[in-house]
């Protein structure tokens, strides 16, 4: 395998372009210029999740590699991009609460929960009545700042092309797209993977989220407080609030229902006074089974899908996109939740 089309640029797409030019490929991706998910989103790298207080999805192998990946691309791009964080979780009852007292001292979260002897410490200026404790090795990506130096990476190695992907010029059996052969051709579209009919078995869903762009002097900057939604400090006086789940909603519009919701996450969390700079709506591509969809097409050799990593795409990315490389390189075996054959009956 020498020359490879990614279709999609996004947290997917450039993560893949990256580890493929690693292992020597031509590589070409082409992305629209209309991404409504990687730059949308706040780019936090979070180990837990927080309902019954588990750890995330294989996080002790995801964790460390993201940070590895990402710390390598600000040296490659010469642009800083991670920042670690500190989160607090506001335990919402004391059920919560005690499914974090049970794990704290468990050998599989010691390096994700902090240990807690009294839960009970008050926090300035937050509304705690359960207590809360704090996650370790947790990051964020400033997103935006990451896409924006990831594509200009791309363009000036002349991988990234601004256009739109035509169906009606590719040929499926032959992988030859404008009269340009290529030995495999990678759909990461995303959302829009129903506008693609090769994966459509995969049925990878709307998720549309809106955050809330805050500005406040009196919102704490040292951590991310969260409690059914979250304060994200970036810096400045400027917080992200987040987010909105909403299925099957596919238009990118803005919500006066959505504000309201938010607002009410962080009246939830504190009475610390702010303000509302911006409003933003974006996509996520979820499956119903919350694991993303890697393989090839089990009929046309040489199709490939690496979409749905839904809403810890910054975690997911960097790893799944070096096994997906793999996977395409070297034949060496993705692992059993994220291949497209299990949609296959």
């Known amino acids: 395998m020498k020359k490879v089309l990614i279709i999609g640029g996004g947290i997917a797409g450039g993560s893949l372009a990256i580890q493929l030019m690693e292992k020597g490929l031509n590589v070409t991706v082409l992305d629209r210029g209309e991404n409504h998910s990687s730059v949308i989103a706040t780019g936090m790298v979070n180990p837990m999740v927080f309902r019954r207080m588990n750890l995330s999805w294989r996080a002790q192998e995801f964790l460390p590699y993201a940070r590895g990946f990402y710390m390598g691309l600000e040296k490659k791009f010469g642009v800083s991009f991670l920042k ?38 008050p926090i300035p200026n ?4 359960f207590g809360s404790g704090v996650v370790k090795s947790a990051f964020w990506i400033r997103s935006e700042t990451f896409m924006t130096s990831l594509h200009d990476y791309l363009r000036l190695t002349e991988v990234l092309k601004i256009e739109a992907f035509e169906e009606h010029l590719f040929s499926q059996t032959e992988l030859e797209y404008k009269d340009i052969k290529y030995d495999a051709v990678v759909f990461c579209c995303g959302s829009n993977n129903d506008k693609i009919p090769f994966f459509q078995a995969a049925k990878i869903q709307y998720n549309r989220g809106q955050i809330l762009d805050l500005e406040s002097e009196q919102l704490p900057e040292k951590e991310s407080w969260n409690r059914k939604g979250f304060i994200l400090p970036i810096g400045s006086n400027k917080f992200k609030l987040g987010a909105t789940y909403e299925w099957n909603e596919q238009d990118l519009k803005t919500t006066e229902e959505a504000r309201d919701k938010l607002e009410l996450v962080i009246n939830n969390i504190t009475d610390l006074p702010y303000t509302i700079v911006d409003q933003k709506v974006g996509m996520r591509p979820t499956v119903s089974d919350r694991r993303p969809v890697l393989g090839m097409h089990p009929e046309n050799k040489g199709l490939f899908i690496f979409n749905g990593l839904g809403t810890k795409g910054y975690m997911l990315a960097p790893l799944l996109s070096f096994e997906m490389a793999e996977y395409m390189v070297n034949g060496k075996p993705l692992h059993k939740e994220v291949e497209y054959t299990r949609f296959i009956k």
């Open 84 to 121: 670690d964080l500190k989160i607090r979780r506001f335990f919402s009852s004391e059920q919560e609460r005690g499914y974090w007292q049970t794990k704290q001292n468990e050998e599989l979260y010691k390096d994700f929960l902090t240990v807690h002897e009294d839960f009970e410490i």
């Open 126 to 129: 937050a509304k705690s009545e």
